[in-house]
């Protein structure tokens, strides 16, 4: 479903979206709190796509440009990984 969902964003013309002018230091409010806990929480349970719900929250919710959206997801997705390997070791999953 949220892959499909993904697909129809992707499809419906999602410059739309994109401002004119990028912010340099973007304000985090309440709302991008819960948005990328969310996406957090997908990340952690489900883990499908959440490299793209990341980057779609950074460049359409904080109005990041494109490469430094980029760069910042690829450094989430660092720890993420480093954090699960840890679990899966303690819990010797992993051979």
């Known amino acids: 479903m949220a892959v499909m969902m993904a697909l129809v964003l992707l499809i419906s013309n999602p410059k739309r979206f994109l401002p004119e002018v990028w912010g340099e230091n973007p304000c985090m409010r ?53 954090v699960s390997l840890v679990v899966l070791t303690e819990q010797h999953e992993v051979n």
């Open 30 to 82: 309440p709302a991008h709190y819960a948005i990328f806990f969310l996406i957090g929480v997908w990340s952690g349970f489900i883990a499908l796509d959440a490299a793209s719900f990341m980057l779609l929250g950074l460049v359409v919710g904080l109005k990041y440009d494109l490469i430094r959206a980029n760069v910042l997801k690829s450094v989430f997705l660092l720890i993420f990984s480093g």
